[in-house]
């Protein structure tokens, strides 16, 4: 089995000591089987009558042996068309998906950025601070130190006593970013969470990332969005079809990407 590939930094040119690796990915392969008709396959849908209608089961290649070294302090894009793995990878990660070859090591536990499955919409906004809060293992203490701060990050104090059913999916989208990374987080895994919300918010977004990366945190952000990815993020994997095309500086990675898109 190929062993993990070394972060491209640590060749740049007065690079101090080399730097704690925090997530090593191993040429990993991820498949997906799946019902023809298009359904994943589960134990509800493997009945007999079921496949004889469809034929069986399809395997989708996700993954085909991606291997690379995150290192503190990394603040790592993964750009790709749609498609093409990153979401699988970073399901991979954090353990939600299970690989099919190679093997992955973190130093603690990745969070993906997210509390959207604990919150509940008739609940106002401030509720699902606390209902948020909670569910990303805060104590009721830490809660209310963090409130007032996570309320002013997230722009909708005016709206914060309404239930979260009347709130627009930029505002929801603006709290679930604010209760999140209220924690600190070593591993942080954002996939695609800035794409709503508007300029500013934007901008607050990415500072809270460069944030936590430089309070040595490691973070993976996914993103169809070329310029957070340059306003953010030091590496960048670029992923094609399920490989790992390139993986090295923000520039030269996003560079080589959209020059491969305007090529017809
Ligand atoms: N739960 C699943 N069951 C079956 N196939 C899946 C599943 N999730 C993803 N796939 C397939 O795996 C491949 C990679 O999907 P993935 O979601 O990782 O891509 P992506 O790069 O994140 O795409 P996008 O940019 O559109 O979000 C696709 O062919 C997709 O159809």
């Given amino acids: 089995m190929a062993g993990p590939t070394e972060s491209p930094l640590d060749d740049q040119p007065g690079a101090a000591e080399p730097r704690r690796p925090v997530v090593v990915v191993d040429d990993v392969h991820v498949e997906y089987k799946v019902l023809s008709t298009g359904k994943r396959a589960g134990p509800a849908e493997t009945g007999r009558r079921l496949l004889q209608r469809t034929g069986g089961t399809r395997t989708v290649h996700a993954l085909k042996g991606v291997s690379f070294t995150a290192y503190e302090n990394d603040s790592i ?3 790709g068309s749609n498609g093409s793995g990153k979401s699988t990878l970073m399901r991979a990660i954090t353990g939600l998906t299970p690989t099919s070859q190679g093997s992955i090591h973190a130093a603690s536990r990745p969070s993906m950025l997210g509390v959207g499955a604990a919150l509940i919409k008739d609940l106002s906004g401030e509720r699902n601070v606390i209902l948020g809060g909670l569910a990303l293992g805060l104590s009721r203490a830490e809660i209310e130190a963090k409130y007032e701060e996570i309320v002013d990050f997230s722009g909708i104090r005016d709206f914060i006593d ?4 009347t709130y627009s999916s930029g505002m929801t989208a603006r709290l679930k970013f604010a209760i999140a990374t209220a924690r600190d987080h070593e ?3 954002v996939d695609e969470a800035l794409a709503v919300g508007d ?7 990415e500072a809270r990332i460069r944030a936590i990366r430089d309070d040595a945190g490691t973070v993976f952000l996914v993103s169809h969005s070329m310029r957070s990815i340059r306003d953010t993020c030091n590496r960048v994997l670029w992923i094609d079809r399920g490989v790992l095309v390139m993986d090295g500086p923000t520039d030269e990675v996003v560079d080589a ?3 491969s898109r305007a090529t017809p």
């Fill in 199 to 205: 300029q500013a918010f934007r901008e607050r977004s």
């Fill in 187 to 189: 591993i942080l895994i």
């Fill in 77 to 79: 894009g993964v750009i």
């Fill in 162 to 165: 309404l239930p979260m059913r």
């Fill in 257 to 259: 990407y959209e020059q």
